[in-house]
């Protein structure tokens, strides 16, 4: 698939970082707002999967040189890593924990174990996804 | 508004069974992307449409959408997604060893089972 | 738990460091590791003889399922006693003489040795514990083990066919005694056998009664090789000779005749338990005797002679029950049978292992165990012939040897049934000694055979794989104990008759004791010129005679031709299922998975149109919808315009993009009906899924000419019917609410207890965290499919 798109290109370059920046507001704000890992990790997906369609897939591997299968990996440790985690405290499995703190530049910010297990959720999300891309891409 | 749906999710289903049925393998898989979209316009439908706000704390409504349905069918979304898309890769490397995506010829051949 | 559970599981315990066992320490025979296990259970079990000698019995529990009444109870009384000294004991000398039958450079002596010991804790746990599900587990565990065992030199064709007909007639007793113990517990409410037997008096005429019994006697006539059932005994022979000795001969073919003893107080008040019991018992003692004689391997003989041993025993345990009926216990005149079945048992572990042992030194030693090929081993062999003649003798009822004993107290037993006056056993009860006396006859005449045509006779040298000697003294030693304790039971039976025998009767025959009272086991030599006597003599007499004359009536076997034989109907019955079947099968399974959906989608629109109609389900309530908006209805059409238009798409880029169309017409209706992160996820997924779908366009064929999808009626029939109750569906669920949502608690509780204002998010990651754990886990496995579909197809080519 050798296009060359420049209009294509140059739109990417520039849409893609507000995408992800979007992705990981989207990510965020999830406990309060609409969003949460499932939505920011496709979203990052999606940026991705765009970066594919303009440019082809040994450029994005070279911008990119994670193994997705590895961030699936990663996610689903911090998930699984989260829930067990609560067995240290004697609580049951996937009991989540929340306090307030003041953080310099952020301010009054509450902080959550359920965003441990939401960046789990999210980067098996992006992981799975870009998996799946990559294979298929890969495979002729 | 809900018996409106409750059509639509119908002409959703009849579409999804009737591609499932066929003989091509890539509208099998169609029909299985059509019949999620219908389970879960189905299960929205059923928790009652259009009542109080969505299900954010912040918008201090007196009363919220059912937050639940809509919870199981997010989950539902990304696991269909998923399943798609393994169908798909199946389809597309059953065509590649097997020359063919027409199920009739797929089917396994006798004392070859 | 109790060091009494701990005793019964450790065998099971010390399987799990065979492995290490076998991996670390090769140049040591992994057995040696073993032995000091059941030679410290068998001292373990000893001590309670003191116990049990005045009829005390000893309980453990440790719960297990305490909601349905299942506790891992143990129990140890007379009887479970006697078994557990016979497992434990002859199980130490099996270990001890495996390890010089099995080679350890050629033989998997791990798995052997696991299977073996998984073996052991089974049979201790059917024969000690108390409740009648955990009795079942083990019950089946004996099957499996032995099925393992059996097929231990699985690449033998023989070996396999033994083992899975093993399996199949020993599991089907299996689920038939599960089935009674089911019955049991219906009509008494309770597992736990003592609190059984306390309540059969009163289970007598319970309609239930009688199927519960015969479903126990299935299950213990199975074990126990009775006839019809006794096919697979003769094919498990295809074990090694360690497991013949001891699973098939000593214990586990006991578990029947266990089974039987056991429930002999529950079920003998009725007639036709004593009827069943004896009846099948004597018949498979003669059929047993009777075919032993024309077989022509050792191991054949012995597994015909355990057959008919353990019909002998079991008709025993029949008469024996009917002393219940006789409340007056004056001088043991109607529970002698119970006593020569009890006495029995130990004998024939006694004589019968040895003489397995000697079949697997002869062999071990010669490389042969068909009977026509060997003879005059006398001379080469000569500590062997004499277990043989030792072991031969007793088992023919031969003075001095214990096997004389026992079958005296059977002919005693057999006999007394003449006096019987109950349950029509004064007309036909006749016949028991008389099939007994003929059965005895050929007894003799098979254990002359294994002696004889092994021991005497020509040596043929050319026929022989070996060229035979002396066993080494490793093998020699546990049928040489196993001799030795033929020789003391015969000469010094007393010495059982108040520690093992009377305990262990006193738990079939309970309640005809008075307190303190015990069971009046006295076992002699010389009765007199008694009628057993005399039959013992004829025995002798006749057997010896039809010996030597046996060319001339060796036609009679003829009569039974193959053609009709139990193994035949087996085989064909088995074959018949596997064809029956998989042609049955072939009927509807026609492997296009368009019918496979035709069945599936009509059955479910038969179901839930049935269930809709039959429950009155159907509502239809039109006051509580919400307004229609006008936008709303053009999404609506947009949808089912498209999901219409992708039937009549020619072209997959169509059917795709019009696919997209309707995954983007949800989203909107997810805005729509207030659920902005639905509405989200929905968006990024379609677009992805559409990219994808895209990308496996590019790699499927183009056709040359994209043709329509060709209509079908049928398909069309189906899917307005899927569609229609689909609907019906929707319009009830929306009309009629049964119960007050749930979610009023996830509304009130979001930032009460997760501080979260998103209620989908926080359901998600906290309320229903493990849902959203596992949804990450399949997607993760679909991932790895896919990754493997692709990837890994090249080493599979390379292969081909």
């Known amino acids: ?140 | 508004m809900e018996i409106l749906m409750a059509f639509t999710i119908g002409i959703l289903f009849m579409s999804a069974t009737y591609l499932m049925l066929s003989k091509s393998l890539l509208r099998i898989i169609i029909g299985t992307g059509l019949l999620s979209h219908g389970a879960h316009l189905l299960l929205l439908t059923m928790a009652g449409l259009k009542r109080g706000a969505p299900p954010l704390l912040g918008e201090e409504a007196a009363s919220y959408a059912d937050p639940l349905p809509q919870a199981l069918i997010l989950t539902a979304i990304v696991i269909s997604f998923g399943v798609t898309s393994f169908f798909l890769v199946l389809a597309y490397r059953a065509y590649q060893e097997l020359g063919t995506d027409n199920m009739d010829r797929l089917r396994g051949t006798e004392g070859n089972d | 738990m109790s060091l009494l559970h701990l005793a019964i599981i450790s065998p099971l315990l010390l399987a799990l460091l065979v492995p290490i066992f076998y991996r670390y320490f090769r140049q040591i025979h992994t057995g040696w590791f073993l032995l000091p296990l059941p030679i410290l259970l068998f001292i373990y079990f000893l001590q309670f003889i003191s116990h049990t000698k005045n009829g005390e019995v000893i309980t453990e529990t440790a719960p297990w399922i305490p909601s349905f009444g299942v506790d891992f109870a143990v129990r140890i009384d007379g009887l479970g006693l006697l078994f557990a000294l016979l497992i434990t004991g002859i199980g130490s000398l099996v270990v001890l003489y495996s390890v010089y039958y099995l080679s350890k450079e050629h033989e998997k002596l791990n798995t052997f040795y696991i299977y073996l010991l998984l073996f052991m804790t089974a049979m201790l746990g059917v024969v000690l514990s108390d409740n009648l599900i955990v009795l079942y587990a083990f019950w089946e565990l004996t099957s499996f083990s032995s099925f393992l065992l059996i097929g231990y030199w699985y690449h033998r064709e023989r070996s396999r066919y033994g083992a899975q007909k093993s399996m199949i007639i020993t599991v089907l007793g299996g689920l038939s005694m599960l089935g009674g113990i089911l019955l049991l517990h219906i009509m008494t409410g309770t597992f736990n056998i003592s609190e059984i037997i306390l309540q059969s008096g009163d289970i007598v005429n319970h309609v239930l009664f009688i199927p519960a019994m015969l479903c126990f006697l299935l299950g213990a006539f199975t074990k126990s090789a009775q006839f019809p059932f006794h096919i697979w005994l003769p094919d498990a022979m295809e074990a090694p000779t360690p497991v013949s000795a001891y699973l098939h001969s000593a214990t586990m073919v006991k578990a029947g005749i266990y089974l039987v003893a056991r429930m002999t107080p529950v079920f003998a008040h009725d007639g036709i338990w004593i009827w069943l019991v004896a009846g099948f018992g004597i018949v498979t003692l003669f059929w047993g005797s009777f075919s032993a004689v024309k077989q022509t391997d050792l191991k054949g003989i012995l597994a015909f002679s355990t057959v008919s041993q353990l019909g002998m025993i079991m008709s025993l345990l029949g008469i024996g029950a009917a002393a219940l009926h006789y409340p007056q216990l004056d001088d043991s005149f109607y529970t002698v049978a119970t006593t020569a079945a009890v006495f029995h048992l130990v004998n024939h572990a006694t004589f019968k292992g040895s003489l397995f042992m000697v079949a697997g030194i002869i062999d071990h030693e010669t490389g042969t165990r068909d009977i026509r090929r060997l003879g005059g081993l006398m001379n080469f062999m000569p500590i062997t012939f004499t277990l043989a003649i030792i072991g031969t003798f007793s088992m023919a009822g031969i003075p001095p040897f214990n096997g004389f004993l026992s079958k005296e107290m059977f002919f005693t037993g057999m006999v007394r049934v003449l006096e019987m006056d109950i349950f029509n056993l004064e007309t036909w009860g006749f016949l028991f000694p008389v099939i007994a006396w003929i059965a005895s006859v050929f007894t003799f005449i098979y254990s002359m055979v294994l002696l004889f045509k092994t021991f005497t006779g020509k040596h043929q040298p050319d026929k022989l794989p070996k060229t035979p000697h002396e066993a080494p003294i490793g093998l020699l030693i546990s049928p040489i104990i196993l001799a030795s304790l033929v020789i003391v039971f015969g000469f010094f039976p007393n010495i059982l008759s108040h520690n093992i025998i009377s305990p262990a009767m006193e738990s079939i025959l309970p309640g005809l004791l008075v307190e303190g009272q015990a069971f009046d086991v006295h076992i002699y030599f010389w009765h007199g010129f008694t009628v057993e006597l005399f039959m013992t003599i004829g025995v002798i007499a006749l057997g010896t005679l039809l010996y030597f004359t046996y060319p001339k009536w060796s036609r009679v076997y003829g009569i039974f031709t193959e053609r009709f034989s139990l193994n035949r109907a087996y085989d064909s019955l088995i074959e018949n299922s596997q064809t029956g079947s998989y042609n049955f099968t072939k009927t509807y399974m026609n492997g296009s998975i368009r019918t496979y959906l035709v069945y599936i989608f009509s059955f479910f629109v038969f179901i839930l149109s049935v269930s809709l109609v039959a429950k009155n389900a159907f509502v239809y309530d039109t006051s509580n919808v919400s307004q229609i908006r006008i936008y709303e209805i053009i999404i609506v059409l947009i949808m089912a315009i498209a999901s219409v238009t992708i039937l009549f798409a020619k072209s997959r880029l169509t059917a795709i993009i019009l696919l997209g169309a309707v995954g983007y017409s949800v989203a909107l209706f997810f805005v729509v009906f207030r659920a902005p992160d639905l509405a989200l996820t929905q968006l990024v997924i379609e677009t992805v899924s559409v990219a994808l779908f895209l990308l496996c366009f590019y790699h499927l064929p183009k056709k040359r000419h994209e043709e329509r999808m060709s209509f079908k009626l049928t398909n069309l029939l189906i899917s307005i019917a899927v569609g229609a109750v689909f609907t019906l569906i929707a319009l009830s669920a929306h009309s009629s609410k049964f119960f007050e949502p749930i979610s009023q608690y996830y509304v009130e509780n979001t930032y009460e207890k997760a501080a979260g204002k998103n209620m989908v998010n926080v359901i998600l990651v906290d309320f229903r965290g493990f849902d959203t754990l596992f949804e990450i886990c399949v997607l993760g496995i679909a991932a790895l499919g896919i990754y493997a579909m692709i990837k890994l197809r090249m080493t599979r080519g390379k292969e081909g």
């Open chain 1, 1 to 140: 698939m050798k296009i060359n798109d420049v209009i294509l290109q140059t739109a990417t370059k520039l849409v893609l970082f507000v995408i992800i920046l979007f992705s990981i507001h989207l990510f965020f704000a999830g406990h309060y707002y609409p969003g949460g890992g499932f939505i920011g990790g496709l979203m990052t997906a999606a940026a991705i999967v765009l970066l594919l369609l303009a440019f082809d897939l040994k450029t994005v591997a070279k911008i990119l040189p994670f193994d997705f299968k590895k961030v699936t990996a990663i996610g689903l440790l911090f998930a699984v890593g989260t829930g067990a985690g609560a067995l240290l405290f004697d609580a049951p499995f996937l009991t989540h924990a929340f306090t307030d703190a003041y953080l310099p530049l952020l301010g009054k910010t509450s902080l959550h174990t359920a965003v441990l297990f939401d960046i789990g959720v999210y980067l098996v999300v992006i992981g799975v996804t870009l998996t799946i891309i990559q294979t298929i891409g890969e495979s002729e």
